[in-house]
């Protein structure tokens, strides 16, 4: 079973950056992909940026393109996610997520999740 660790979430001004870090133990991380989910108050949650086992395939939500970096190193079994140019729509507890493949993400392990509130 694996288990994942957000962290470096926080209060940002509008324009301002954070960078949010995942730990994965339990498993063999360099063989998953992984992503970034968030949830805003009274929204569902959406999927952010994800990254496949090798890092050589990312994918990110349209919202996020440009602005958000996902990245990942195998040695440190730790995913980031670097966010530039945060606007207070970026606002909601981020989760770090793990499978076998990033179309099945969604499906798989997940951390407690980690708060970013942007503030204008």
């Known amino acids: 079973q694996v288990q994942l660790v957000e962290s470096g979430g926080g209060l940002v001004q509008a324009g301002g950056s954070l960078r949010l870090s995942c730990a994965a133990s339990?498993?063999?991380?360099?063989?998953?992909?992984m992503g970034w989910f968030r949830q805003a108050p009274g929204k569902e949650r959406e999927f952010v940026a994800a990254i496949s086992w090798g890092g050589g395939t990312t994918d990110y939500a349209d919202s996020v393109k440009g602005r958000f970096t996902i990245s990942r190193d195998n040695a440190k079994n730790t995913v980031y996610l670097q966010m530039n140019s945060l606007k207070p729509e970026d606002t909601a507890v981020y989760y770090c997520?793990?499978?076998?493949?990033?179309?099945?993400?969604?499906?798989?392990?997940w951390g407690q999740g980690t708060q970013v509130t942007v503030s204008s």
């Open positions: 997520a793990t499978n076998h493949a990033i179309a099945t993400l969604s499906s798989g392990s």
């Open positions: 339990g498993r063999t991380f360099s063989s998953y992909a």
